[in-house]
T-cell receptor, first 110, second 113 residues
Framework: QQQVKQSPQSLIVQKGGISIINCAYE??????FPWYQQFPGKGPALLIA?????SEKKEGRFTISFNKSAKQFSLHIMDSQPGDSATYFC?????????FGSGTRLSIRP | DSGVTQTPKHLITATGQRVTLRCSPR?????VYWYQQSLDQGLQFLIQ???????AKGNILERFSAQQFPDLHSELNLSSLELGDSALYFC????????????FGEGSRLTVL
């Protein structure tokens, strides 16, 4: 019940395309859903986050779509660029505990 | 720069040895988290401290221990090291203990030979 399932494990997208990463959860007590971006040799950094009272949040080329009834949320990267190549982690907070997904390695082909 | 400082950045040691990893959180952050990231693996939560007290425990081995000191820096102690302990160890900090942004350090890469 504490798991956050993330897919796909890896993703290759052409420059200018849309990258989509999906996450699903079971625990309805989760109430904050951040996405973290990690470049090689660096620590993860917060990219964008959403609370379950909204269905979508957009920041520049990055959008989170949230489906509370299906207990799913996804990250969409529009007009994907080579600089977006990184590992992306979804996460979910419940009380004082944050659970991370297993990560998606995204490669953007020039 | 996240403001979280981890030392050392790299550490090579032998099986059976003991090491200590250090973390200085962002100024003002009361909560410190430790994560282990093995090659091509996700972030495995080890332990969380809030203002000097243990707040939550994850999959931390009995050979590992941690503490948060009055000045809020934290140390992760790894003992009786095994080859499988080779990993990146991340420290993260946050202002509060509940939902919010975690700020990660750049990690300490431990290699056990």
């Amino acid at each position: 019940q504490q798991q956050v399932k993330q897919s796909p494990q890896s993703l290759i997208v052409q420059k200018g395309g849309i990258s989509i990463i999906n996450c699903a959860y079971e625990n309805t007590a989760f109430d904050y859903f951040p996405w973290y971006q990690q470049f090689p040799g660096k620590g993860p950094a917060l990219l964008i986050a959403i609370r379950p009272d909204v269905s979508e949040k957009k920041e520049g080329r990055f959008t989170i779509s949230f489906n509370k009834s299906a207990k799913q949320f996804s990250l969409h990267i529009m007009d994907s660029q080579p600089g977006d190549s990184a590992t992306y982690f979804c996460a979910a907070w419940s009380a004082s505990k944050i659970i991370f997904g297993s990560g998606t390695r995204l490669s953007i082909r020039p | 720069d996240s403001g979280v400082t981890q030392t050392p950045k790299h550490l090579i040691t032998a099986t059976g040895q003991r090491v200590t990893l250090r973390c200085s959180p962002r100024s003002g952050d009361l909560s410190v988290y430790w994560y282990q990231q093995s090659l091509d693996q996700g972030l495995q939560f080890l332990i969380q401290y809030y203002n000097g007290e243990e707040r939550a425990k994850g999959n931390i081995l009995e050979r590992f221990s941690a503490q948060q000191f009055p000045d809020l820096h934290s140390e992760l102690n790894l003992s009786s090291l095994e080859l499988g302990d080779s990993a990146l160890y991340f420290c993260a900090s946050s202002v509060v203990a509940t939902d919010g942004e975690l700020f990660f350090g750049e990690g300490s890469r431990l290699t056990v030979l």
